[in-house]
């Protein structure tokens, strides 16, 4: 992966990129990481979560919009080495994540609103490949993202 820094993307490329606002914390042993966008919108359940981390991530990042739901995780150790063996880059969630000690050690991104130690229902309930909205973007399969420990940015286009 080229090496960037969002602080500067943001201040070479200000106009194509939104940046995702504040509350998002790092779990993943990968603090700085991008991609193309997938995308699913999921509450409390995160039989979908599954169901994208099974498919090959061929470098891209899953943003989850968990609706901001702090009443269980929706990722924990065993998803995380999931996606990390299938090549995903990293994965969003505004929610919870849980086992976060264990994923600390797994070379994947991982950035979520908290931790809760409760697993999700499997109900395999939500959408795939939708535009989320949440931290104060909208974001659409097939945007880009990149993350590192001062944030979050997303632009329509590849900028590396």
Known sequence: MTAFATA?????????????????????????????VATLKVHEDNSLVRAALEQRGEGRVLVVDGGGSMR?????????????????????????????????????????LGTHPSRSHKRGEGERDVPVSFAGVTIAPGMHLYADEDGMLISERPLL
């Open 8 to 36: 500067d993307l943001s201040d070479e490329r200000g106009g194509e990129v939104r940046a995702l606002l504040p509350g998002f914390m790092d779990y993943g042993a990968k603090k700085r990481f991008c991609g193309p």
């Open 72 to 112: 269980c995780a929706l990722l924990g150790d065993n998803l995380a080495r999931l996606a990390r063996d299938n090549g995903w880059q990293g994965v969003v969630i505004s929610g919870c994540i849980r086992d976060s000690a264990a994923i600390a050690g797994i070379e994947l991104g991982v950035k979520a």
